[in-house]
């Protein structure tokens, strides 16, 4: 059992940053690997990023590569995703997610991970 809470959501302007961050508790945070998953109204929930257990490995859907960051620190059980350049197209309801280590394939799948936090909304104006 994991329990995954997602914080720093909110409004910003177009070109501006954001920083979420997800809390992880329960079992011990180190053994998941851990993902970024978004969903506007309307639309499948899509992959932003996932990261490695060790957060050595991180991988970007095309959309926010090179605007967003994922990282963790597992002394914390906290994984991050910082996300720069905001776009109107980025508003979405943000959840972290955690799985079982999970090959590059496998880790942009949503329905590979076993435990979901609640959401985060970001709203992004023009």
């Known amino acids: 059992q994991v329990q995954l809470v997602e914080s720093g959501g909110g409004l910003v302007q177009a070109g501006g940053s954001l920083g979420l961050s997800c809390a992880a508790s329960g079992r011990t945070f180190s053994v998941y690997y851990m993902g970024w998953f978004r969903q506007a109204p309307g639309k499948e929930r899509e992959f932003v990023a996932h990261i490695s257990v060790s957060g050595r490995s991180t991988y970007y859907a095309d959309s926010v590569k090179g605007r967003f960051t994922i990282s963790r620190d597992n002394a914390k059980n906290t994984v991050y995703l910082q996300m720069n350049s905001l776009k109107p197209e980025d508003s979405a309801v943000y959840y972290c997610?955690?799985?079982?280590?999970?090959?590059?394939?496998?880790?942009?799948?949503?329905?590979?991970?076993?435990?979901w936090g609640q959401g985060t909304q970001v709203s992004v104006s023009s």
């Open positions: 997610a955690a799985a079982r280590p999970l090959g590059a394939q496998g880790a942009i799948v949503a329905g590979n991970y076993d435990y």
